[in-house]
């Protein structure tokens, strides 16, 4: 058997929350509330949001140990116009910008959601995305000093890119530094054999990651004892992974926000030493 060499630098258990999950309306409030509660990272809009707030951001960002994992919004290029997918292109090209300015890890993009709108085969749409529009988004990034993150999904949402594996083929095939892949434990545990190959095949292209219950998409910790990331967590730490782990999912109706996100914490940190 191979013998993987030891990761550059150890891993990280870098804690992350989506911007409308934080506790808080005003930018600052937000964030002492993340470094006060003990997290390391933290997720932002994509949108008329990031161009508006970016240098607000960047201001209430000076002096403070938070980084910016990622910018989280809808994305689509699976429409057979090709107008239509230069305009999802020329859409983002500004939000790169100010995501390099930030110094932010990168931004999520889905390159195809559903199937109704499809006016190209798969492999058609695949193959303009790996050599037009996300390869043209992954340069723009690698120059704005951030990255194009591709997320896999469920086979029920997406006609390709459903695993890991998948997504880091194509960051392989744009031939860009700008290009990476993230995994995400619920869409993972639907579409995956292993957390831990599906992570491991993200290899160095793997920079982000989402994490929620696997039963319910709800705070980790709430579906009891399915909710078990150590499997994943083991691949992390091989790959001596630095990017940050971050909640994506609801609520449930009763019980105390904080307190839910204090066991999540709590049950995160006790998996990832356990790995």
Sequence with gaps: MPKLAPPPKPAKLNLSLQWGTIPGKEINE??????????QAFEIPTGDWLLKNGEALKKAMAGRKLFIAT???????????????????QKFLPQLEVLGMLGAVGL???P?????????????????????????LAEKAAQCGTAIV??????????FLKQVADGAAMCRD?????????GDFWHMNREETSFFGALMSGGKYLVHIHIASLRNRRVPGTDGDADNYVDGFKALKLLGYQGAVSFEGGFPKDGNREELLGRMKQLL???WEQA
């Design 71 to 89: 910018a989280c919004g809808p994305s689509n290029f699976s429409y057979g116009e090709p107008e239509k997918r230069e305009a999802e292109v």
């Design 112 to 136: 195809a959601r559903g199937y109704k709108q499809m006016g190209l085969g798969f492999k058609e749409l695949r193959d303009d995305f790996v050599g037009n529009t996300g390869k043209r």
């Design 150 to 159: 591709l997320e896999p999904l469920c086979h029920q949402e997406t006609p």
């Design 269 to 271: 940190r006790e998996q």
């Design 30 to 39: 937000k964030l002492d509330y993340m470094e006060q509660s003990g997290y």
């Design 174 to 182: 744009m031939e860009s530094p700008g290009a990476k892949v993230m």
């Design 108 to 110: 999520i993009l889905c």
